[in-house]
């Protein structure tokens, strides 16, 4: 969708963060045009991004109408605020809504520790096995929160991609390329069927697929992480 950009709303991102593609997916959704802005992360910082996230100077940041909306769960929740054409994102019930913020911070609290671990080799005090095992039972709670927010539909949303589905979504590429380095299977069918099921749905629609690189590219790139590292 950066194609039919305006010039009205621009992204600051990396095309390798998850938490950019977790915007790119939702103003896809919402059919906004916007210009994607690569920016420098490692090292020496783009200016435009320490300039609009002066406090953390991290991506992705969206810009519209010349303001700088930060961190990507609000962001998230902006642009379903402010483009209400297209169906909604999050939930339309409070309870609903509040089910789902909650998975959202589990899901980012559990699965970044696990890419550290297993992917980038930065476990801060918790062994590989410890994390996978972690991981594991990470998945067997999401798959039961799939079988209560999703009340047996295609997504956590219902019939479309909703809140819950971009936030554990955009994990997608780099859960599959950390099965890929540590031979760990989290993605298992005979352990988590509905996720599964849910995965190969989400990946395959056209808002996700535009802006969701390959699994080698998340692969090579923990593999120049952790080269830079060393």
Not at 1 to 6: E, I, K, Q, V
Request: hydrophobic share 45%.
């Amino acid at each position: 969708m950066a194609a039919a950009a305006t010039g009205e709303v621009k992204l600051l991102g990396h095309k390798m963060s998850l938490f950019v593609t977790r915007v790119e997916i939702a103003l896809n959704l919402k059919k906004v045009g916007y210009e994607f802005v690569q920016v420098e992360v490692h090292g020496q910082k783009s200016e435009i991004l320490v300039k609009s996230n002066p406090v953390y100077k991290k991506i992705p940041v969206l810009i519209h109408q010349g303001k700088p909306i930060c961190e990507s769960a609000i962001i998230v929740e902006y642009i379903d605020e402010m483009w209400t054409s297209e169906p909604p994102i999050l939930p339309s019930h409070h309870f609903d809504r509040a089910v789902a913020r909650f998975w959202a911070t589990y899901i980012d609290d559990k699965l970044l520790a696990l890419v550290r671990a297993l992917a980038f080799g930065a476990t801060e005090g918790t062994s590989k096995a410890e994390a996978a095992d972690g991981g594991a039972e990470a998945f067997q709670l999401l798959e039961e929160a799939f079988t209560k927010c999703s009340h047996g539909k295609e997504y956590f949303g219902g019939d479309t991609i909703g809140y819950l589905d971009i936030a554990l979504g955009c994990w997608l590429g780099w859960i599959k390329a950390v099965e890929e380095v540590s031979s760990i299977k989290f993605l298992d069918e005979k352990k988590v069927p509905l996720l599964v099921g849910w995965a190969e749905r989400f990946l395959q629609d056209k808002a996700v697929k535009e802006v969701t690189p390959e699994i080698d590219e998340f692969v090579q790139y923990a593999k120049m992480i952790l080269a830079s590292a060393r």
